[in-house]
């Protein structure tokens, strides 16, 4: 056993079993410096695993992106064409439409509509035409008109 993994060993012993043990100064030193090193690393390497383990997580999606497909589910505003697909369900269209980034984080766009935007307004080409069919036209969806709320759809966002 080499000396380094012998301290490395001590090192996690003295973290597992008998943290209040280590005292500043003491011959133990060396092993405190290892077990700081041995704690540094496995927090980064527990990090980087949730990036590589967890594809889905919104974080990977472009705000550009997640601000369109939220006024999409709120506001019934239009998407680009890449979106539409993806909210059509034609994900290989959509992969002939996306950028770099988006097919890095499909997963997460895709997870994204599913848990975030409203069920009604995705799924199929027709779901999404309909959803966007029922904007109100005097606010364009928002709710909002001069300041106030639109009278035409009483602030819904559609008629
Ligand atoms: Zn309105």
């Known amino acids: 056993m080499s000396e380094?993994?012998?301290?490395?060993?001590?090192?996690k012993w003295f973290a597992d079993e008998w943290p209040e043990a280590v005292i500043e100064g003491s011959p133990v030193d060396n092993?405190?410096?290892?077990?700081?090193?041995?704690?540094?690393?496995?927090?980064?390497?527990?990090?980087?695993?949730?990036?590589?383990?967890d594809p889905t997580t919104p974080d990977h999606i472009r705000p550009n992106i997640r601000e369109a497909l939220d006024n999409y589910g709120k506001n019934r505003y239009p998407?680009?064409?890449?979106?539409?697909?993806?909210?059509?369900?034609?994900?290989?269209g959509a992969y002939g439409k996306a950028d770099h980034h988006n097919i890095q984080t499909m997963p997460a766009i895709v997870s994204y509509?599913?848990?975030?935007?409203?069920s009604p307004s995705w799924g199929n080409p027709d779901k999404v035409r309909q959803w966007l069919a029922g904007r109100c036209n005097q606010c364009n969806g928002t709710g909002d008109k001069d300041g106030g709320v639109c009278p035409d759809c009483k602030g819904m966002g559609h008629k």
């Open 4 to 11: 380094q993994t012998e301290t490395d060993r001590l090192a």
């Open 79 to 92: 998407t680009g064409d890449f979106l539409r697909l993806v909210l059509s369900n034609d994900l290989a």
């Open 113 to 118: 509509v599913y848990n975030h935007i409203p």
């Open 31 to 53: 092993a405190i410096r290892v077990m700081t090193e041995f704690k540094m690393m496995k927090q980064i390497a527990k990090s980087f695993g949730a990036v590589i383990d």
